[in-house]
T-cell receptor
Framework: DAGVIQSPRHEVTEMGQEVTLRCKPI?????LFWYRQTMMRGLELLIY????????DSGMPEDRFSAKMPNASFSTLKIQPSEPRDSAVYFC????????????FGNGTRLTVT | GQQVMQIPQYQHVQEGEDFTTYCNSS?????IQWYKQRPGGHPVFLIQ?????EVKKQKRLTFQFGEAKKNSSLHITATQTTDVGTYFC?????????????FGRGTQLTVWP
């Protein structure tokens, strides 16, 4: 089991640029979550999917953020245009089924927007 | 909205001392989960508590779920340098079987050798 795979591990970009973060969940997991972690706000849920369908995107901060899950093995989180306040660690997590199963987190993408 | 509050935010202990972090929810939780995040790492699931008053142990770690299912604690006996990290509690949306998991702000544990 390779675990949840995220890429890139680090991303440094200039303000105004488009940023795309990628995630491959654990095979067979039907829930996928995107979290953002900052010192100021801790771990925030941005959006989650069930069977590739977005269920709750109320945590997405602005229209600049969008997420897709075109198939069961791939999801993207896009920020366009990026701003310095988007700098954070972005985690993808997946889990199997319902009943509050534990989350399996990826290693995260550390985003720095200058 | 639902909130999960966690205290203290930071804890510095000498190796061998005990450590406790507390978690409180504004609403009754169906269950509570605990995660550990090492510096520079990602949150890793430790345990889930479901029953009122439940107590679970993992070696030197003791987890408790309150009788009212609104609070929980994690106690580490005789800390070691390997215990360094941030400990998070997380609770689900009220009434949902799966949905938003509300994470506490975490307790960052530092252990001095």
């Amino acid at each position: 089991d390779a675990g949840v795979i995220q890429s890139p591990r680090h991303e440094v970009t200039e303000m105004g640029q488009e940023v795309t973060l990628r995630c491959k969940p654990i095979s067979g997991h039907d829930y996928l979550f995107w979290y953002r972690q900052t010192m100021m706000r801790g771990l925030e849920l941005l959006i989650y999917f069930n069977n590739n369908v977005p269920i709750d995107d109320s945590g997405m901060p602005e229209d600049r953020f969008s997420a897709k899950m075109p198939n069961a093995s791939f999801s993207t989180l896009k920020i366009q245009p990026s701003e310095p306040r988007d700098s954070a660690v972005y985690f993808c997590a997946s889990t199997l089924g319902q009943g509050n199963s534990p989350l399996h987190f990826g290693n995260g993408t550390r985003l720095t927007v200058t | 909205g639902q909130q999960v509050m966690q205290i203290p935010q930071y804890q510095h202990v000498q190796e061998g001392e005990d450590f406790t972090t507390y978690c409180n929810s504004s609403t009754t939780l169906s269950n509570i989960q605990w995660y550990k995040q090492r510096p520079g790492g990602h949150p890793v699931f430790l345990i889930q508590l479901v029953k009122s008053g439940e107590v679970k142990k993992q070696k030197r770690l003791t987890f408790q779920f309150g009788e009212a299912k609104k609070n929980s604690s994690l106690h580490i006996t005789a800390t070691q340098t390997t215990d360094v990290g941030t400990y998070f509690c997380a609770g689900p949306d009220r009434g949902s079987t799966l949905g938003r998991l509300y994470f506490g702000r975490g307790t960052q544990l530092t252990v001095w050798p």
